[in-house]
């Protein structure tokens, strides 16, 4: 019955046969590898929608579907089921880990693939017996090699046949095959051809400073070049408050309670804010996204990055500054200007857990949380915060114990009392003086280029350009760094402080773990010796340096 449908077929006889159809639209020009500096400013859960071709060569849904039905129907067979690709390229490669557990790139059609497996089985999704697929021309099908094979596999292996309706696939025949074969792999050189042409224009764009992309970044109007009156301000205002030390949970929530949202009109995110205060894009700094990924994990970080011009300068962009370049360079120094991959959202559910360790000669393990047993005639929802046994992972010495909710309370007061210490200083020290090696920087900075033009110009050898270089980039570092830190404290100096005493209860965890880590490094808990001894006497506190208190970023990224 098979080699007889793939030959009835072949005579365009469809009589007594059900046929699915597959159609694809597919967006690869705008999905080009050379992703827009501009929507990095905003939440990175959402995308710029795609936009679709134009032409012959895409044609919608509803029109596919429509001619693949008529096709069939008019041959005498009977149309039962739609798989549809949405937003799908049949060339675009994604990385992939392979079987064998390397890294590969291949391009990812799972309604395809699905559609192939039906056809093997010759059973449709909602049931129905299908003997055949129908797409509207072979560029509907795949312009990828691999995915052409599956699909002659199909038709020579399984007997079921895949046809067109234009008549430019023929895979029932060698010779269509071969046909096929070349035809796929033409289909392919124009997606080549035209990805490459979009990333030379996206090159041109980046040098000439132009703003790209299709939804806007926030904090400037439709046009992504004039700043938006309210946007612009919260905008400058984020990068203020983190120089300042305020952390980016506490920022959140100002932004939240002045109904502050991203473009897409989602709240805030961490990631969200880390991204937006990264970007260059702040500063008026043209930036492009690049993708790094591990060769051995194949983990992807995707940072982005200052566009500079043929003489190594940054490409100021076409579009109002938030914010100046000398801020922004601070406020990425302290979030660090890249971010790091695997990071997550905190879900910690725990004041303390991360900032506890035992006080046992020799140990030094964090503590964990565990639960209150029923035999401890607790209250509902007690715990304890203990030292992990030595056979856990990570092992501590098993013999620390504190009640979770008295050591909450003891640290708690001691971070408040922290606090409103600080505070107090702060209102009695002077302001900090202005940063006075400007000219020195510039200075700096003009020895760099001139060396690089020297270098360009083969006046001097590579070993005296390189060896210049790192002396010059280090003087950089070192005063950048020096202008960093004084506009910390000329923005923190400017900070409102608040009763923590008298809003610590009103804050979330979130906010509570943002202050307990930003003032403490850790709290050591010694082992308990006898029974009177009160919690807060068995605590340790470990301040952090008042210098590092704003850079404070925990690893699980809960600040």
Not at 52 to 80: A, C, H, L
């Amino acid at each position: 019955m098979s080699n007889d449908l793939v030959q009835h077929a072949h005579w365009g006889d469809l009589e007594g046969q059900n046929w699915a159809g597959l159609v694809r639209l597919s967006f690869e020009p705008d999905d080009d590898s050379t992703a827009s500096e501009d929507n990095a400013t905003d939440s990175t859960e959402t995308k710029t929608p795609f936009r679709p071709m134009t032409g012959r060569d895409i044609r919608s849904r509803d029109e596919q579907e429509k001619d693949n039905r008529s096709f069939v129907e008019s041959r005498g067979g009977r149309y039962v089921y739609t798989y549809e690709e949405p937003d799908t390229s049949a060339w675009k490669r994604k990385r992939v880990r392979l079987p064998n557990g390397e890294i590969g790139y291949r391009v990812i059609r799972p309604v395809f693939e699905g559609a192939l497996e039906d056809l093997k089985k010759g059973t449709a999704p909602n049931g129905e017996r299908i003997d055949g697929l129908i797409v509207y021309d072979i560029d509907r099908l795949t312009r990828d090699n691999r995915h052409l094979e599956d699909a002659i596999e199909v038709v020579q292996n399984f007997g079921h046949p895949i046809i067109d309706i234009t008549g430019s696939l023929d895979l029932l025949t060698e010779n269509g095959r071969t046909v096929a074969r070349i035809v796929t792999a033409t289909n392919a050189k124009q997606s080549a051809d035209t990805a490459r042409r979009v990333a030379r224009k996206h090159q041109a764009l980046q040098q000439a400073g132009i703003p790209t992309g299709g939804t806007r970044p926030f904090g400037w109007q439709d046009d992504k070049r004039t700043l938006d009156a309210i946007e612009g301000k919260w905008l400058a205002w984020v990068v203020d408050s983190l120089l300042a030390g305020v952390a980016i949970n506490e920022t959140i929530n100002t932004l939240k309670k002045n109904s502050i949202s991203t473009v897409s009109g989602a709240e805030w995110s961490r990631e969200a804010i880390k991204v937006m205060m990264r970007n260059p894009r702040i500063c008026g700094y043209r930036s492009r996204q690049v993708i790094d990924v591990d060769p051995v994990t194949g983990m992807a970080n995707k940072r982005m990055e200052i566009v500079l011009d043929e003489d190594g300068n940054p490409v100021k962009g076409q579009w109002e500054p938030a914010t100046t370049v000398e801020k922004w360079e601070a406020v990425t120094e302290l979030l660090g200007d890249n971010p790091a991959p695997g990071t997550g959202h905190n879900t910690r559910k725990y004041l303390l857990r991360g900032t506890l360790r035992c006080d046992r000669d020799g140990c030094s393990a964090p503590l964990r949380v565990m639960k209150a047993g029923k035999s401890r005639n607790k209250p509902e929802g007690y715990f304890y915060y203990t030292c992990p046994s030595s056979g856990s992972v990570p092992s501590g010495c098993g013999g620390t114990k504190v009640g979770g909710p008295e050591a909450d309370k003891a640290v708690s007061m001691m971070v408040i009392a922290k606090y409103e210490e600080e505070a107090a200083k702060r209102k009695t020290e002077p302001q900090p003086v202005t940063w006075d090696k400007e000219e020195e920087l510039a200075r700096v900075l003009e020895d760099i280029t001139e060396l690089k033009a020297a270098r360009k110009a083969r006046i001097i050898t590579a070993e005296t350009y390189f060896g210049q270089l790192a002396e010059h980039e280090a003087e950089k570092r070192r005063l950048t760094s020096e202008r960093n830190k004084v506009l910390r404290q000329q923005a923190a100096a400017k900070r409102e402080t608040v009763d923590l005493a008298a809003q610590w209860e009103d804050l979330t965890l979130i906010q509570q773990r943002s202050y307990v880590e930003d003032l403490l490094l850790a709290v050591l808990v010694a082992p308990a010796i006898g029974r009177g001894r009160p919690v807060r006497d068995r605590l340790t506190p470990v301040w952090r340096p008042k210098e590092t208190q704003a850079e404070a970023e925990p690893q699980d990224g809960s600040r």
